[in-house]
């Protein structure tokens, strides 16, 4: 698959390779002079084709990473520390600061999410600005939160103030085909709720990390947010190790989180947020909306090339339409146009990761010595840095593609004759994320969502998977998520309740009038935020 040379915009140029050359420690952007990591882009900026030297960044070592983490721990000084003792209120101010600040970088890093994960211009946008809206949307949160507990509850003669506190030190590892829209998700809540942070971004999308360093060192108190770059094993190894880290926050693997998890002396103490894979199916039953379905299920199962966690990896299709189904998902898919991310109407973009396209090839090639055929003309045709979509059918449970999550550009297709083949399926699957279910008979789906509501976290009627509305829970059983992130309950998930109890008497009542009425503390008090 060849792809006929197109010139870069001016205003999407690499004009020349940013070097990145500080990691932010204990509030100072500290300059690194050691080894250093080349950070290529598979979009080509020649005719010829030759990957694009995007730039460098510091390739850190343990000792480097425990210096940040040590920095993070003495911010949050078990608990004593300015950050988690702060009002409120300070502490929005402080947030709404970054994403004031963050806003004036929009270019620089939209840029860089096109060229470093090849992702549309439209996309890059999009993230963000959604994430610029997801800081805003959890400032609103906290603040109704506070609202909420600033009062007095009593029961059984017992005073309590509740509210919630951190839970301490996060080390904070995004994923890199979301690399700021997923790792705010979890850097932005963790920071507000009073803990500190060690952050290490993604191998891929590292680079649009480099214009918000100045931001995170102007906007929070010393220590609070930390920085590094380097391989995940060198750095997150030590520093679990230390047993410090109150909260692994990770968007990826489950097998990575795992070996991460590994390294903690003190598991019970370890709380755990985490994203991870999924193998969400679409089922298309003989009554759907055979348009509706076929056009949620393109998008589902190709946007961002499937590099989605709640992307649509495996579509289960009745007997009865599948071959109608096929034949026109086949047409549909082979009329997506690839393209370099700025280019108009491109759906298909390069692959970030080098080896992809040798992976996907493997599930093809594994998938058709099986009995599967690429139904699509242009399916598995590859190019230099990017293998089209190819769609799988009929799928069996013994190919790799049905059993891995492709994250890719491969779509699985399985024909079924009973609706009780995909639940036994999903029953079985180690993932329980979402589903997408394509229908319109009420009694067919009724009994259908009741079951799939206890297999899954969501279940999509006649719409594809998605993360978004960010105000609806995010989350998954099994190996796809531990706790949940939408903006309200990701405040919940990095902290704790925890509350001053006072017997009813004269003498604890008075205390409690002149600790309000003094405003003496930033946890006793009813101020309610505007």
Not at 70 to 90: C, E, F, H, I
Request: hydrophobic residues 40%.
């Amino acid at each position: 698959m060849k792809k006929q040379f197109t010139e870069v915009p001016e205003a999407y140029k690499i004009t020349s390779p940013l070097h990145q050359k500080t990691y932010l420690v204990s509030g100072e952007l500290k300059e690194w002079k050691g080894e250093t990591t080349e950070v290529y882009s598979t979009i080509s900026s020649t005719k010829d084709y030759k990957p694009t030297l995007l730039g460098t960044v510091p390739n850190l070592t343990g000792e480097e990473g425990l210096e940040a983490l040590n920095s993070a721990y003495r911010a949050y000084d078990k608990g004593q520390g300015l950050w988690p003792t702060m009002r409120v209120a300070d502490r929005i101010e402080c947030m709404e600061e970054f994403a004031e600040q963050m806003k004036t970088k929009r270019d620089e890093v939209v840029k860089l999410l096109m060229w470093e994960i090849g992702k549309a211009l439209p996309d890059s946008e999009k993230e963000f600005d959604r994430t610029i809206e997801y800081i805003y949307d959890t400032i609103e949160d906290y603040k109704q939160m506070d609202r909420d507990s600033a009062k007095f509850e009593k029961n059984s003669g017992v005073h309590a103030h509740i509210r919630r506190g951190p839970l301490g030190v996060v080390l904070c590892l995004g994923p890199y085909n979301y690399p700021l829209n997923e790792t705010f998700a979890l850097l932005i809540p963790a920071l507000i709720m009073g803990n500190t942070v060690v952050f290490k971004p993604a191998k891929h999308g590292v680079l649009l990390l480099s214009p918000l360093l100045e931001a995170f060192q102007n906007s929070f108190p010393e220590g609070v947010v930390n920085v590094i770059y380097g391989r995940g094993r060198v750095l997150a190894t030590p520093i679990m190790k230390t047993g410090k880290v109150d909260v692994l926050a990770l968007i990826g693997n489950s097998k990575s989180a795992n070996a991460i998890q590994a390294n903690h002396p003190f598991k019970n103490r370890l709380r755990l947020v985490l994203g991870l894979e999924a193998k969400n199916p679409g089922i298309v039953l003989p009554d759907a909306d055979l348009d509706l379905a076929i056009d949620e299920c393109l998008s589902g199962a190709t946007s961002f090339n499937g590099q989605r966690c709640t992307a649509l990896k495996i579509l289960y299709v009745h007997e009865h339409i599948v071959d109608k189904f096929n034949k026109r998902f086949a047409k549909r898919v082979d009329a997506l146009k690839f393209g370099n991310p700025w280019e108009e109407g491109v759906k298909l973009t390069p692959l970030p990761e080098p080896g992809k396209p040798a992976y996907i090839q493997e599930l093809i090639d594994d998938a058709t010595s099986k009995g599967a055929k690429v139904i699509n003309k242009k399916g598995g045709k590859t190019s230099e840095n990017y293998i089209f979509p190819a769609v799988l059918y009929p799928v069996s449970k013994d190919m790799r593609v049905f059993q891995e999550e492709q994250f890719g550009p491969v779509t699985p297709i399985v024909s079924f004759k009973n609706i009780q083949e995909p639940l036994d399926d999903m029953a079985e699957s180690n993932y329980g994320q979402q589903v997408s279910v394509f229908g319109s008979e009420v009694k067919t789906l009724a009994p259908l969502i009741d079951t799939l509501v206890n297999l899954v976290c969501r279940v999509n009627l006649n719409s594809a998977a998605q993360r978004g509305p960010d105000v609806y829970p995010f989350t998954g059983r099994k190996d796809s998520a531990v706790a949940t992130l939408s903006v309200h309950d990701a405040l919940r998930s990095f902290s704790i309740r925890t509350f001053v109890a006072s017997k009813d008497t004269p003498y604890n009542n008075a205390i409690l009038e002149e600790l309000l009425d003094k405003k003496a503390s930033n946890f006793i008090n009813t101020d309610y935020l505007l």
